[in-house]
Structure formats: structure tokens, C-alpha cells
């Protein structure tokens, strides 16, 4: 069964960091894009980061610039989101997700976590 | 940046009803479109992808259109389990999702 299973959420204070985990089972994880996507309480979805599967590219949303990095650990079938300096504004449940094609140019996703929520306070 | 816009809001509806949400682009983005589901303290479900294909175990009763900066999802008879929120979401470059429709019981 392909799954995705995110951990490390928490309470944080604003200034402090977090590493997000992400493990990955059923699939070839490194032939894949991955993804997080943050969704504050009540609010809707937004794409945070994503890393091409090799590792040799990252992009963030420029919220997140120079404050997050996400990257992979091939052998442990995990992908991380570093946060640091957190803001309020960083609260949100964090899903990490698959990213999928059908023509290796553009990329949605087809699977997700179930997330875990981070506030920070 | 791409912005995505989703119409109506909130959808009231009831079970055996055709439905249709709107999704506009603020720009073009070919067919570079998905919908998802998403319930209450759950993650988004996949339903569509490059605008008009269907995921794989998705009930067929889900339908997706459009391209270049208009697009929709029907649900051609509403079933009591897709009561949820719904959001398309732009690939085209980097991702912008729209704010969501939720669909509720009339």
C-alpha cells in the first residue's frame, strides 16, 4: 500500500524551529517529486515546497524563503521540512505529498499524509 | 504570480443533484488543472488531473472540463459522501490552489 505518514508537529514558540518527517512506503520514493502543503486552521490549502526526486532542486513559496529547507533521505524513504525562525503565521496542519505526472513536465499530486499540525505560540 | 479563483463559495445541495463548480485562472494555464475532495480532518483526495482525466478509483459520476483560464467540476448525481470541500489547484507554474467550494447539504 502506497502511504505517507508525517510526524514532528508540535508547539513552538515564535523564533523556534521544527523539523518535519515524512515516511514513505509502497513506492519508489526516489522516483518521485515531493511535496508540503500547509493548510492554517479554517483556512485552504497552500503549497509550501517541493523537491525534484534526485534532490537537485528545491523550490519554496516566498513565505517560506530562507526560513524552511526541505530535503530526502533516499535510504530512509523520508522526506524533511526544516523550519526555522517560526511565525504565528506558520500554524497549520503540514501534509506532505506525491508528486505525479503525465508528461514529466508538470507535476499534480496523487497521494497525501494525513498531516501533522504545528502552532506556533 | 497565477491566481485561482473558485465559484460559488458554498454550494447547497441535495443528494441526486447535478452540481457544478467553477475555477478561473487569472492567466493561462492550458490544461494544467486538478480537483480535489477534502473532508473535515482529512487530507485532500485526488479526483481530476490535467482538467478532464480521472483518477484512478474515483467514481465516474465526477467530471472535470475546460482549459485556458476556465474550468469546472460536475458531480452528476450527488451522493450523500461528497458532501465535502472541493478545490482545483493550477500546475502550470509552481501551484496556487483556489480558496475552496463547499458543497452541503440543502
Known amino acids: 500500500e502506497v502511504q505517507l505518514v508525517e510526524s514532528g508537529g508540535g508547539l513552538v514558540q515564535p523564533g523556534g524551529s521544527l523539523r518535519l518527517s515524512c515516511a514513505a512506503s509502497?513506492?519508489?520514493?526516489?522516483?518521485?517529486?515531493m511535496y508540503w502543503v500547509r493548510q492554517a486552521p479554517g483556512k485552504g490549502l497552500v503549497w509550501v515546497s517541493h523537491?525534484?526526486?534526485?534532490?537537485?532542486?528545491?523550490r519554496y513559496a516566498d513565505s517560506v524563503k530562507g526560513r524552511f529547507t526541505i530535503s530526502r533521505d533516499i535510504a530512509k524513504n523520508t522526506l524533511y521540512l526544516q523550519m526555522n525562525s517560526l511565525r504565528v503565521e506558520d500554524t497549520a496542519v503540514y501534509y506532505c505529498?506525491?508528486?505525479?505526472?503525465?508528461?514529466?513536465?508538470?507535476?499534480?499530486?496523487?497521494?497525501w499524509g494525513k498531516g501533522t499540525t504545528v502552532t506556533v505560540s | 504570480d497565477i491566481q485561482m479563483t473558485q465559484s460559488p463559495s458554498t454550494l447547497s445541495a441535495s443528494v441526486g443533484d447535478r452540481v457544478t463548480i467553477t475555477c478561473r485562472a487569472s492567466?493561462?494555464?492550458?490544461?494544467?488543472l486538478a480537483w480535489y475532495q477534502q473532508k473535515p480532518g482529512k487530507a485532500p483526495k485526488l479526483l481530476i488531473y490535467?482538467?478532464?482525466s480521472l483518477e484512478s478509483g474515483v467514481p465516474s459520476r465526477f467530471s472535470g472540463r475546460g482549459s485556458g483560464t476556465e474550468f469546472t467540476l460536475t458531480i452528476s448525481s450527488l451522493q450523500p459522501d461528497d458532501f465535502a470541500t472541493y478545490y482545483c489547484?493550477?500546475?502550470?507554474?509552481?501551484?496556487?490552489f483556489g480558496q475552496g467550494t463547499k458543497v452541503e447539504i440543502k
Open positions: 492567466q493561462t494555464i492550458s490544461t494544467w
Open positions: 509502497g513506492f519508489t520514493f526516489s522516483s518521485y517529486w
Open positions: 489547484q493550477q500546475y502550470n507554474s509552481y501551484w496556487t
Open positions: 523537491i525534484y526526486s534526485d534532490g537537485s532542486s528545491t
Open positions: 505529498a506525491r508528486g505525479q505526472t503525465s508528461n514529466y513536465n508538470y507535476y499534480y499530486t496523487d497521494v
Open positions: 490535467d482538467a478532464s
